[in-house]
C-alpha cells in the first residue's frame, strides 16, 4: 500500500509545481516592463500630460478603477471651467503638455501699459489660479511666473529698460501668490523682455507688426 501512496503524492507536488508556473512567469513578465519604462524614463523628457494619461489608463484598465484623477488634470480641469469667460475673450489661454500647465495671461488682463501694478480683475483670476494650486493638498507643485515684452522700449526712472519692466511685472506676482498662501520656495520669477517672442514683431522691411506685438506682452504661468 505504501508504494502505491507514495507515487500519488508524487503526481499532486508535480500539479501544484504547474499550476503555480504562471507565478513566476507573470512575476518576470511584470519586472521585465519595470526595467522598460525604467530604462525609457532614464533616456527621455517625461511628459507630465502624457504620463498622467497613462497611469490614468493603467489603473482604469488594470484596477478597474472609473473614477481615476490626476493631479495636473484635476487643475486644468478646474482652470479651464473657473476661466471660461476671461478665455472666451482672448485674454487667458491653458494648456497641459510637455511643461506641465502653461498658462498664458495677455499683459493687458493684467497690467496697464508700462504698469506692473496689479489691478483688481487681474487680481481676481490670480486668485482663481491660487485656489486651484491649493485645492489639492496632498500634491506640491512649483509655479514659474514669466514676464515678457514686445519690442517697443521703455525708459522711465521705474523702468530703464523692457527688461526691469518684465522682471518687475513677474515679481509682483509672486508677491502676491505668497500673499495668497502659496509657499515662496514653490515659484520663481523671470524677466525675459522681448528675448522669447511667440511670433515677430517686425515684418522683413522693419516695420512693427501691432498684432504680433499684443501677442508677446504676455505673461506666462507654468505649473508642474
Do not use: C
Not at 498662501?181 to 522669447?196: N, V
Request: proline share 4%.
Amino acid at each position: 500500500m505504501a508504494l502505491n501512496a507514495h507515487p500519488n503524492r508524487h503526481r499532486a507536488h508535480e500539479t501544484e509545481e504547474a499550476t503555480e508556473d504562471w507565478l513566476m512567469s507573470y512575476a518576470d513578465m511584470v519586472t521585465l516592463l519595470m526595467a522598460f519604462f525604467l530604462s525609457m524614463l532614464s533616456i527621455s523628457h517625461v511628459d507630465p500630460a502624457l504620463f498622467e494619461q497613462m497611469r490614468k489608463g493603467l489603473r482604469t484598465d488594470i484596477g478597474k478603477d472609473k473614477d481615476v484623477k490626476t493631479p495636473l488634470g484635476e487643475i486644468k480641469h478646474d482652470l479651464d471651467s473657473l476661466l471660461a469667460q476671461q478665455r472666451a475673450k482672448g485674454e487667458v489661454s491653458i494648456d497641459l503638455g510637455r511643461e506641465g500647465i502653461v498658462l498664458e495671461f495677455s499683459s493687458s488682463a493684467i497690467y496697464d501699459p508700462g504698469k506692473a501694478d496689479i489691478g483688481p480683475a487681474a487680481r481676481a483670476n490670480i486668485d482663481i489660479v491660487a485656489s486651484a494650486i491649493q485645492h489639492i493638498e496632498y500634491y506640491k507643485f512649483a509655479v514659474d511666473i514669466e514676464g515678457h515684452t514686445d519690442n517697443i522700449p521703455i525708459k522711465t526712472v521705474q523702468f530703464p529698460s523692457n527688461w526691469e519692466l518684465s522682471v518687475s511685472r513677474a515679481t509682483n506676482i509672486v508677491k502676491y501668490l505668497i500673499g495668497k498662501g502659496i509657499p515662496s520656495e514653490r515659484l520663481k520669477a523671470a524677466g525675459y523682455a522681448d528675448t522669447k517672442p511667440k511670433a515677430p514683431n517686425m515684418d522683413a522691411s522693419g516695420k512693427n507688426i501691432s498684432e504680433n506685438q499684443a501677442k508677446n506682452r504676455r505673461i506666462v504661468l507654468k505649473i508642474h
